[in-house]
């Protein structure tokens, strides 16, 4: 089993991959159905043939930079596990600063809170959130049908669903307020250098996810009336943000009378969430 994950993680590296040794040992732990920690503590097991042939598939996907949760079709989130596909966004960890924010915004969980999320793709963040708050209640909206019933069988797979709705939809329109939380990660990336992206993210997660215009701003545009509207008076609004935006979207929210209250920043200190509210509130 070494050898053939040393030989692996070399493969991996020569293709650019960037954390070769660890894509490795998850995806043969995929393929031999054990947890990853086994391959460390059992590092001289003999691997089956079945097992093998599956993990030189698995390689051959990570080597054309593939996804790791593309090809296992599932990313752990909030310590939750979501199911992915080609329709939605492959979660990312930098988007746990949403969920900490509204925890730090709403430190009673017991509240009986309404949330919407614009743009759920697989729900990560509505979900994550509801899983925090047991009496909360939520809508999940998404333009992409395929993402839709992503969405929903994540919110079945967590036992939300009862609590949750996800719906087809274009941003706010049809919906009726007024909520306590408002998430959106948007797409946020200008339309001209998606392609130039790293190709886990350029090949594999969908340009509707991706592409927010000529600037990276017409989601935020196109979204901010809906939030100014929907939001309780004592709510807020939680929106991802792309490295260097903050001042841009705090400006856009300004135009549709939302004030920025706090600006996040994720592990690598880069501003990527802007918490909004009505002045004053």
Known sequence: MAGLLAEAASRLDAAGVEDPRRDARLLLAEALGVPAHRLI??????VPEAAARLFTAYMDRRVAREPVARILGRREFWS????????????RPDS????EAVLAAFPDRSRALRVVDFGTGTGCLLLAVLSEYPHATG??????PEAVATARLNA???????RVEIRLGDWGQGIEGPFDIILSNPPYIEAGIVSTLAPEVALFDPVLALAGGDDGLAAYQAL???????????????????????DAVAAIAGDSGLAVLERRADLAGITRCLVLGYQGH
Request: glycine share 14%.
């Open 80 to 91: 939750l596990d979501f199911r992915v596909t080609p329709a939605t966004l492959d979660p």
């Open 41 to 46: 503590l059992e590092p001289h097991e003999a």
């Open 139 to 144: 809508i999940g909206i998404d333009m992409a």
């Open 156 to 162: 079945g797979d967590l036992g939300l669903a009862d």
């Open 224 to 246: 901010m009336p809906h939030v100014a509207r929907l939001l309780a008076p004592e709510g807020r609004g939680f929106l991802e943000l792309g490295a260097g935006q903050g």
């Open 96 to 99: 746990e600063t949403l969920v």
